[in-house]
């Protein structure tokens, strides 16, 4: 028996001709604007292409020459809401002032292709998420060749535009709720500290905080939740099994939040009861978990579109005025704590 593939297969150039009723040929010269065919066939293969959602691929374009109109988004990685929340915004404003965008992870071989497209003239411009210290060799020389904006405080990075969020204020500001309301009993669940800056910022934070108090860290638990909500689930798990609970655990973003609420709850807990649980990102699933999460939030299509304004801006001019913007964050207070 022959079996279906479950995944949608991808418009083609093909499909939008059949669609309109016209050539192979004549699909091309309105899709690549060559002013080969009349206004009205043009504008009958547009609205084909339209109702199919036909995107011409990034080889087809670059084939074409289109050169110019490339802007690479360069990341860790795009799984989880933050970057679907981040993207949302940043891809169509992209796309509305007529760039193609070509999102590439952040390794030797991507960035090596990365390097090639730039130098070649395809790439005119770069978007770069959390990429830290570790690959400041590969990026920092292709800052002097296309605009830049980076989401990123490293110093690395000071000659291209520059976001980040304000975690310092964000914690302490979370810090002084906890503490007013009594909590002393504290778990930490760290992000990726060894490679995200933003882990390291919040952590510090935490520590400045209990060390202004005269709190010993040593009375403190500290475990790695990754910034993942499975990590931070076994971990928890893991740890409530050996441990006495601690008062709050204080998670380094939302979605580990949410792992050690799962874990809390099946230990039989109560949240804020016996446990309280708070987060840092103001991801739109905090609201809705269970108890609903008390967190630290910032706009992330907010920052989506404003490093889109900066990297059109910067495209428009032909030069990039180092700045640095920083993000504010507000404390945002539900029935977890």
Known sequence: MKRLSQEKRAVTIRDVAQQAGVSVAAASYALNNTGRVSALTKATILQAANELGYTPSLAAQVLKGRKGNLVAILTDGFAGPWYGEFLERIQPALKDAGHTVLALTLDQESL?????????????????????????????????????????????????????????????????????????????????????????????????????????ELSVTRLHGGFKADLAYRAVREFLSTSKPPRVIVAANDESASGALRAVREKGL?????????????????????????????????????????????????????????????????ASS
Not at 147 to 153: A, C, E, G, Q
Not at 283 to 310: I, N, Q, V
Request: charged share 25%.
């Open 112 to 216: 090596a292709l990365c390097r090639t497209l730039v130098d070649s003239g395809w790439i005119q411009g770069l978007v770069v998420l959390n990429p830290g210290a570790d690959w400041a060799s590969f990026l920092v020389p292709m800052l002097d060749l296309v605009p830049t904006v980076v989401f990123d405080p490293d110093e690395h990075y000071q000659n291209a535009v520059q976001f980040a969020v304000d975690n310092r204020s964000g914690v302490k500001a979370l810090m002084n709720h906890l503490w007013e309301r009594g909590y002393r009993d504290f778990l930490w669940l760290d992000g990726e500290i060894d490679l995200a800056w933003d882990a390291r910022e919040r952590y510090q934070a935490f520590s400045d905080f209990l060390g202004a108090k005269n709190f010993s």
């Open 270 to 334: 109560s949240v804020p009861r016996d446990v309280a649980v708070t987060g840092f990102d103001g991801l739109d699933s905090s609201a809705w978990t269970e108890p609903p999460l008390t967190t630290l939030s910032y706009d992330r299509r907010d920052l989506g579109a404003r490093m889109a304004a900066a990297i059109l801006d910067a495209l428009q001019s032909g030069e990039t005025s180092p700045r640095r913007h920083i993000l504010e964050v507000t404390l945002v207070v539900r």
